[in-house]
């Protein structure tokens, strides 16, 4: 049986939660700008969503790192 592979780390996000508040809570190591970048370049599925463009729900995943290589 192959072993579980790793998954990237994510969050549901919160009622009041918008990418910018999670990127300055949970990258706090980078600057603002560069780490809401990081955030919208990681949950494309959230940025380019139609009709919603960055609007989060309570059932999104949001990324919290790049992808892993294959």
């Known amino acids: 049986m192959a072993a579980a592979s790793p ?4 969050i549901q996000p919160a009622a ?5 508040t999670i990127a300055a ?3 706090p190591d980078l600057p603002e700008a560069e780490a809401l970048r990081a955030l919208q370049s990681w949950n494309l599925h959230i940025v380019l ?7 989060l729900i ?3 995943v949001v990324w919290l790192e790049p992808p892993r290589p294959r």
């Open 7 to 10: 998954t990237r780390r994510w």
């Open 16 to 20: 009041s939660d918008t990418l910018a």
């Open 25 to 27: 809570r949970e990258l």
């Open 49 to 55: 969503r139609p009709g919603m463009q960055g609007s």
């Open 58 to 60: 309570g059932a999104d």
